[in-house]
């Protein structure tokens, strides 16, 4: 067998194919209508935002007028403050349940 008649031994590697572990995943079906319901949640999303901003505005009107001069600094604070946390609120919760 030294004479080189037997069968030749490969010195590199090679890879096993690559099969995959799981079945086949069919693709998701879109849903009849699901485009449109998209465009609603778009519509309903800048009314909410719309209102919010309205909200936001009037609430400061509200302040100057209920309080008096000398604590509309300080209420208004606390109203920012309280804008800022919630909004950290929603964000963080929203990046969470991603």
Known sequence: MTDGDGPKE???YL???ETSMTPDQKTKEKKPGSDFL??????IGIFILIAALQ???TIQ???????SDQFVPVVS???YLAVIIV???LIRD???NQ
């Open 38 to 43: 998209g465009l609603a949640y778009i519509i």
């Open 94 to 96: 929203y990046i969470h």
């Open 87 to 89: 909004g950290i609120w």
């Open 61 to 67: 009107d509200l302040i100057r007028t209920w309080i």
């Open 55 to 57: 909200l936001y505005f």
């Open 15 to 17: 890879p096993p194919k």
């Open 77 to 79: 604070a606390l109203y």
């Open 10 to 12: 490969s010195s590199f």
